[in-house]
């Protein structure tokens, strides 16, 4: 049994990279109505909506080699890491 969450996609975004000799360009195409639906769905409650932009195993027939999903992650707070100081050892 997984206990792997799913992945939220962010519908109406497009990321193509293209790679050149001189180095590599990456387009990012958003559909503003869906872009700004997301962001009012995602906030954090501070006024932030975080995302993650991953290489696609393979590009897509229309070139798109990206993806963008929700980071959901939860950071720790300052006073819970074991390596900000303090008397309790990490391990």
Request: aromatic residues 12%.
């Amino acid at each position: 049994m997984s206990t792997k969450k799913q992945k939220t996609y962010i519908n109406g975004s497009f990321i193509r990279e293209k790679v050149f000799d001189w180095g590599t360009v990456v387009d990012l195409d958003i559909n503003i109505e869906k872009f700004i639906q997301a962001l009012g769905e995602h906030d954090d409650g501070k006024g932030y909506a975080h995302f993650q932009i991953t290489r696609r195993r393979e590009p897509t027939e229309n070139g798109v080699t990206h993806s963008m999903s929700l980071n959901d992650y939860k950071y720790k707070k300052k006073d819970e890491d074991p390596f900000n100081g303090g008397d309790k050892v990490p391990f």
